[in-house]
């Protein structure tokens, strides 16, 4: 059996081979090891879960061993997104938390993420205490009959909480509502029948707005996919914008409501990396809130010109949030972002937040009367076009030692184009000329590797990807 290995963004597994009671029971222990030693058994640890199966159980089997620690909890009486979870540790100003959930993996996966004090996903120095201490106690302990579920909140060991309308009332400063009423634009929303379930909606028809949801109710099986809110993912939402002239905007969260998935009008996806940019560049023009960006090492080089034109600062970092939630956290940043659909913007949470991404276009196409493509041209005028792709390869035993070993002798050109440097941040990242770039990379919460390419024009782009993936591959 593998050891426990927290990834980009927590632990996760198969149920039942590695995602199995006794390895919860152990990883909870680890934590609450963890909390013991930094001293913050007071404050206590937000318990929440996502839309998968058995999640309230799991809740339930995690407090019971923290109150056996000694360590006080608040367990949500749902399901609860990871932002809105991020929220409730800085209000509460509790320990931390812990979610079950595996995210925008498919339905045989669950999984836990951990988030320390500050709010956002647990740094490395962090987990690799808490995975090292879980690998310890791997066969080696035994969990006694603890108190009941129901002895400990009767004696409020454990408290049960709906952070909800806490973390409604926040984005309430953050988004413009009264703009979006006014408007009255027709919207769908695709929660892929994950954990965000009535928070687009609630918060928008309490101000004002109806709005068709579809993948509206709990589903541990996303209707026979994976929660990720992209192209492939999004087909029923697709059509709807296709065959309903009337609807203006469609948008999705993942299954634990931290990514974010755009459909323009007319049913046309666009990629998360142009998303990014022109929230950045409404937050920097039309709302004049000057300051830097966040992107991760695998993001569009978009944001470095917005950046560039308006004299702000960029930061780059590895792949994960954790990194860019700092950033935010340390208030450096304006926006924080990656690819994959993550984005955090200045004075709200250190997490990424699918519903504060998808509530900001909503704002920005409600207030500019404008398509998202033609958001994306207006960006496009004014810093020239960028174009940007990703293509994953499962894993083989095999592929991940050809990978390593290709890495290791990066080509003089790719396409066509000259390499003009090499960064090895998280894996290995090569930039060609004219603003060109690749990355290479083994993704940590997926059993796959993952070519990320960026070029000027769609055929460079597509030159390039074809080259990169030779490269891996020969021409199999
Ligand atoms: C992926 C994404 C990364 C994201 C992480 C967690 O990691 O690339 O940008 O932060 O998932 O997302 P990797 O290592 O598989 O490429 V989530 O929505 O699962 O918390
Ligand atoms: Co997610």
Not at 445 to 468: C, F, G, H, M, Q
Request: charged share 30%; glycine share 10%; with cysteine.
């Amino acid at each position: 059996m593998n050891q426990i290995k927290f990834g980009t963004s927590g632990w996760r597994g198969i149920i039942g081979e590695e995602f199995t009671l006794e390895r919860v029971r152990v990883v909870i222990q680890a934590i609450a090891d963890y909390l013991t030693r930094e001293g913050l058994r007071e404050k206590g640890l937000i318990v929440g879960h996502d839309s998968r199966f058995m999640g309230e159980w799991y809740s339930k089997e995690a407090v019971k061993i923290l109150s056996a620690n000694g360590i006080k909890s608040y367990i949500t009486s749902r399901e609860t997104p990871t932002p809105v979870i991020s929220y409730e540790i800085l209000r509460r100003k509790a320990a931390g938390a812990i979610n079950f959930t595996a995210s925008h993996n498919p339905p045989e996966y669950n999984g836990i993420k951990f988030s320390p004090q500050w709010g956002g996903p647990a740094l490395p120095e962090t987990t690799k205490w808490i995975e090292s201490r879980a690998n310890e106690l791997l066969g080696q302990v035994t969990f006694k009959e603890s108190l009941s579920y129901e002895k400990i909140v009767k004696e409020k060991i454990v408290e049960v909480i709906d952070p909800s309308q806490n973390y409604i009332d926040k984005l309430k400063e953050k988004i413009d509502f009264k703009a979006i009423a006014a408007s009255q634009i027709k919207i769908i929303i695709d929660p892929m029948y994950g954990t965000a379930r009535g928070y687009i909606d609630r918060v928008l028809e309490e101000e004002g707005l109806k709005c068709k949801v579809i993948h509206d109710f709990r589903d541990p099986y996303f209707g026979g996919s994976a929660p990720d809110p992209m192209e492939n993912n999004l087909k029923e939402m697709i059509s709807w914008l296709k065959e309903e002239k009337k609807l203006l905007l469609g948008v999705a969260t993942d299954g634990d409501g931290d990514r974010f998935g755009i459909v323009d009008r007319g049913g046309i996806f666009i990629i998360p990396n142009l998303i990014l940019a022109i929230i950045y560049y409404y937050l920097l023009k039309n709302k004049g809130i000057l300051g830097g960006v966040g992107r991760s090492y695998a993001t569009t080089h978009l944001l470095d010109r917005i950046a560039r034109k308006f004299n702000q600062p960029v930061y780059e970092t590895p792949v994960g949030f954790k990194y860019i939630g700092e950033l935010i956290a340390n208030g450096k940043i304006v926006l924080g972002g990656e690819e994959s659909a993550g984005l955090s913007i200045y004075g709200h949470v250190p997490e990424k937040d699918g519903i504060l991404a998808a509530l900001l276009v909503v704002e920005i196409v409600s207030k500019r009367g404008l398509s998202v493509i033609d958001l994306v041209k207006e960006v496009f005028q004014e810093v020239g076009p960028l174009y940007s792709d990703r293509k994953n390869f499962l894993i083989t035993p095999e592929i991940k030692e050809r990978f390593k070993e290709k890495l290791l002798n990066i080509p003089r050109s790719f396409g066509g184009l000259k390499v003009i440097d090499k960064k090895e941040i998280d894996g290995v990242k090569i930039y060609l000329e004219k603003d060109c770039w690749l990355l290479f990379r083994e993704s940590g919460t997926e059993p796959v590797i993952r070519i990320y390419a960026e070029a000027e024009s769609k055929d460079t782009l597509n030159v390039l990807l074809e080259s990169a993936k030779k490269f891996i591959f020969g021409d199999e």
